[in-house]
């Protein structure tokens, strides 16, 4: 059966779950082209973006797994110039989905009182005296993450929730559903499992560090919680005049 993952470290996290059958047939991918991988692998089970929803209303979607963030630890941060005080222009790269472009607007908006223009940095070297978001895993090899502040952590606080990122999808109802009954218990197990899987990166030893202390702020489960956040989310879309209706998430 095939899994599409998007290409992250976090990804990788879920990997002490999955039946073998999963691990056997693992996709990577950019996390902006998995729903596109969707459309045509229509049995395939996906880690998407939790904002590709809105474009994507059809699938459905796992009430067991996802991956949310509540504090520093996060798949993508903010890196402005020291000292500024106005923003009108954030340059994106890194593994960019409809989530940090979205989310950014209304961030921007509700906290700064900034209607932001966003652009894609495709440039090879970053620019000083640029403000950016960097999604991926480039913030743990090439940016001082440590003194960016986190997308997960600004979203939290703002609807009071943790940050539902990523969600587990499938066109396929059956497939989902025989994915929850082959998939392994999610408890505390796993944060052991995941000390491996972080000491077998490549990466720095401060960046091992880093991950290791904030393991608490990241979640598997999709609970009523983070069904509740999900739906705040897509509240905050709406209201913020992106999408024209609401909807309800497909849960399996």
Known sequence: MKLILPKNIFSLFLKPLLPPEYKADILYQESSLICKSLEYNTSAIALIPSLELVNNRSLFVSNKIALSFD??????????????????????????????????????AEKYSSQIEITLD????????????????????????????SLADEVSEMIDLPYVNFVIASQDKEALEEFHKKINPIDERINSEIINIIKELSISDQTNEFLTENLGSIYFDMTNNEETALNELIKLIFYHGIIDDMFDVKFV
């Open 122 to 149: 495709t440039n090879k070297t970053v620019e000083k005296g640029k403000d950016y978001i960097i999604a991926g895993d480039e913030n743990f090899h090439l940016w001082d993450y440590e003194s960016a502040i």
């Open 71 to 108: 504090g520093v630890l996060s798949n993508s941060y903010f890196y402005f110039v020291e000292g500024e005080k106005k923003f009108q222009k954030i340059y994106l790269r890194g593994d960019i989905s409809l989530n940090e472009i979205l989310l950014a607007k209304i961030l921007f």
